[in-house]
Nanobody
Framework: QVQLVESGGGLVQPGGSLRLSCAAS????????MGWFRQAPGKQRNLVAT???????HYADSVKGRFTISRDSTKNTVYLQMNSLKPEDTAVYYC??????WGQGTQVTVSS
């Protein structure tokens, strides 16, 4: 089993930045992907960004050019740097490992 612990959410003004972190522990395979999904109230959970163990990244069109996913393999941690935040980025952000393990979620609110 893999456990995920997220941190870094909060309240930020439009145009601001936040960095989310997701630390993984447990039985982590050498080949995997980790990523971030988000879910706004009343909406389905959608992909934000993923990164593979070979550092291949993928982004939702809505965040391309604004968000950057990265990882530190020595710490089994994945990061999501979010810049130029918009009100529509407001959601609970969930970290995932291979779409099989999920974090508890961290709230991101973009509001003036």
């Amino acid at each position: 089993q893999v456990q995920l612990v997220e941190s870094g959410g909060g309240l930020v003004q439009p145009g601001g930045s936040l960095r989310l972190s997701c630390a993984a522990s447990g039985n982590i395979f050498s080949i995997y992907f980790m990523g971030w999904f988000r879910q706004a109230p009343g909406k389905q959970r959608n992909l934000v960004a993923t990164i593979s163990s070979s550092d291949i990244t993928h982004y939702a069109d809505s965040v391309k050019g604004r968000f950057t996913i990265s990882r530190d393999s020595t710490k089994n941690t994945v990061y999501l740097q979010m810049n130029s935040l918009k009100p529509e980025d407001t959601a609970v952000y969930y970290c995932t490992y291979n779409n099989k393990a999920w974090g508890q979620g961290t709230q991101v609110t973009v509001s003036s």
